[in-house]
């Protein structure tokens, strides 16, 4: 398949979680595109920003 995984789907443990499942990463992806196409996408952000920004700071893996 010619799509890799990025650090972020790896740093989120989606790799190890889904047995590097590639059509399961996409779908989750697609997934996450249409929660950003709803009504409440503001806040889903500021919630995903508020998780990832802390993954990042603390090196965490999930």
Known sequence: M???PGGPVAKS???A??????AVILGALAEIAARLRSED????ILL???????????????
């Open 2 to 4: 010619l799509i890799e």
């Open 13 to 15: 443990g989606l790799i």
């Open 17 to 22: 979680l889904t047995g590097d499942d590639r």
């Open 41 to 44: 996408s503001e806040q889903t």
């Open 48 to 62: 995903w920003r508020r998780r990832g920004k802390r993954m990042f700071e603390n090196n965490e893996t999930d």
